[in-house]
T-cell receptor
């Protein structure tokens, strides 16, 4: 069965520091991968997606992610974190004929001033 | 344009009562999904509608859960005889067929006392 693992439940970084959130997936075929962000009390907002082609994808808010097939990973990065980036981040893979999303457990990001 | 909307934003009910949650998808989106976000289970798929096809109910946790979609647009998720473990945030998403990108509503927070 397809699954998504986000090894880090919580991460704290200082404002201005770089960020990398890890995501590993288990999927037989070429996966369609996503990163969503959820601010407190809000729904999910799509940051970026990977379907095929260039393995480094750019998203909104200065985020990027790199698909590495050999490592079954799709890590999210940002060179300089802003206090407004504090939120919960979810990695997800599309599965099934109905294109349902299977989510990782999420990583809560806290930003220190 | 308008995004996905859900109502109510919050619902408090007593154990054993029935509840109805509503989702208005983005106009023109033929695919509609319901997900549930709870502390213990994370984000999990519940049900998927695509046009006039029979819905994919494979994620519904019990027969107390049902959903319908009228006219290919608005959807209602019904939970009968609510239990405390049904307390969660219920998220609705819509997408264009095959696009893979799902747009989420703000969710309905359900609390069962």
């Amino acid at each position: 069965a397809q699954s998504v693992t986000q090894p880090d439940i919580h991460i704290t970084v200082s404002e201005g520091a770089s960020l990398e959130l890890r995501c590993n997936y288990s999927y037989g075929a070429t996966p369609y991968l996503f990163w969503y962000v959820q601010s407190p009390g809000q729904g999910l907002q799509l940051l970026l997606k990977y379907f095929s082609g260039d393995t480094l994808v750019q998203g909104i808010k200065g985020f990027e992610a790199e698909f590495k097939r050999s490592q079954s990973s799709f890590n999210l990065r940002k060179p300089s974190v802003h206090w407004s980036d504090a939120a919960e981040y979810f990695c997800a893979v599309l599965r099934g004929a109905g294109n349902m999303l299977t989510f990782g457990g999420g990583t809560r990001l806290m930003v220190k001033p | 344009g308008a995004g996905v909307s859900q109502s109510p934003s919050n619902k408090v009910t007593e154990k054993g009562k029935d509840v109805e949650l509503r989702c208005d998808p983005i106009s023109g989106h033929t695919a509609l999904y319901w997900y549930r976000q709870s502390l213990g289970q994370g984000l999990e798929f519940l049900i998927y509608f695509q046009g006039n096809s029979a819905p994919d109910k494979s994620g519904l946790p019990s027969d107390r859960f049902s959903a319908e979609r009228t006219g290919g647009s608005v959807s209602t998720l019904t939970i009968q005889r609510t239990q405390q473990e049904d307390s969660a945030v219920y998220l609705c998403a819509s997408s264009l067929v095959g696009a893979g990108e799902q747009f989420f509503g703000p969710g309905t927070r359900l609390t069962v006392l």
